[in-house]
Every structure is written in structure tokens, then in C-alpha cells.
């Protein structure tokens, strides 16, 4: 389903455009959105589950997407900044492989994927290997597990 919002003339206010509102387009000329009716109906499922109002809730669901999309275009951004093997090492990581297996895969030393691991978690900006698999979590690094030295 294809919804226009058009606020001049349109005596209809959908949900879209309270929404669109809400978070800051006052007024759209014209904006286009593709809307599934599944996406509506499950809105609508969420606000009766919770006892909330539709907009209150498509609101925060709104703000929490933009939240963890700004999140990963950051994350985004940091991997860029990291060396070929940096990138190596933390897919691997990623993957659920120990320092000794990285090691062996690349024909490295264990302190060397130590010290690449540790650098790749500098500019991601994260404490540990637990943190650095969740916010990558969303990441495919299938085609790194093919991949070798």
C-alpha cells in the first residue's frame, strides 16, 4: 500500500502523518511512504497488547529505528578504520573462534591476534569481545569463515 501525505486540502489525518509530526515534520508538502498492512495491523496488535496509544507507541518505535541506525552507520564507519587483519580478526571473533584457532587460520601468532583484536576494539569503540559480538551481532561475516591468510 502506497500512502501520500499531503497536509494542504486533505481533511484525512492519518496515523502516518501524526506520526510524521511527532517527530518533527510539521509539514510535509508531500512525502511518500510504503506501508504494508501487516506493519499497520501489528501496530495496532503492539498498542492493544500494551495498553498504549498507537502514536505513543509508533512514535518510540520510530525513535528507537533512527537510534539503532545512527548506531550502525557509526559502527559503520569505525570498521572502515580498521587494517585488512583487524577486520580478519574480529570476524573471526565474531564468528566464535578462540585467539588459537584465528591464529592457525591466518598464520599468526596468538599475541599478534591478541594485538589486532585489541586495536579492532579501540576504534570500535567497545570493552571486550562479549560487546564487540552484540553490537555486531546484526553483521553476516559468513564469507570471512572461507577466507584465509
Given at each position: 500500500m502506497r500512502v501520500f501525505l499531503v497536509t494542504e486540502g486533505n481533511p484525512t489525518v492519518s496515523l502516518w502523518q501524526r506520526l510524521l509530526r511527532l517527530v518533527g515534520?510539521?509539514?510535509p508538502s508531500r512525502l511518500s511512504l510504503e506501508v504494508n498492512e501487516d506493519l499497520i495491523h501489528s501496530l495496532e496488535d503492539?498498542?492493544?497488547r500494551e495498553r498504549r496509544a498507537q502514536k505513543e507507541l509508533a512514535t518510540e518505535l520510530l525513535?528507537?529505528?533512527l537510534v539503532q541506525r545512527d548506531a550502525a552507520e557509526a559502527y559503520l564507519r569505525r570498521w572502515a578504520t580498521l587494517s585488512r587483519r583487524?577486520?580478519?580478526v574480529t570476524a573471526l571473533?565474531?564468528?566464535g573462534?578462540?585467539?588459537r584457532q584465528i591464529a592457525t587460520r591466518l598464520v599468526?601468532?596468538?599475541?599478534?591476534?591478541?594485538?589486532?583484536?585489541h586495536n579492532a576494539m579501540l576504534k570500535l569503540n567497545v570493552r571486550n569481545r562479549t560487546e564487540l559480538r552484540q553490537v555486531l551481532a546484526d553483521w553476516d561475516?559468513?564469507?570471512w569463515e572461507n577466507l584465509g591468510p
Open positions: 515534520f510539521s509539514r503492539l498498542a492493544h525513535s528507537m529505528a583487524e577486520q580478519q571473533i565474531c564468528l573462534y578462540t585467539n599468526l601468532s596468538q599475541e599478534t591476534v591478541k594485538t589486532h583484536a561475516f559468513s564469507a
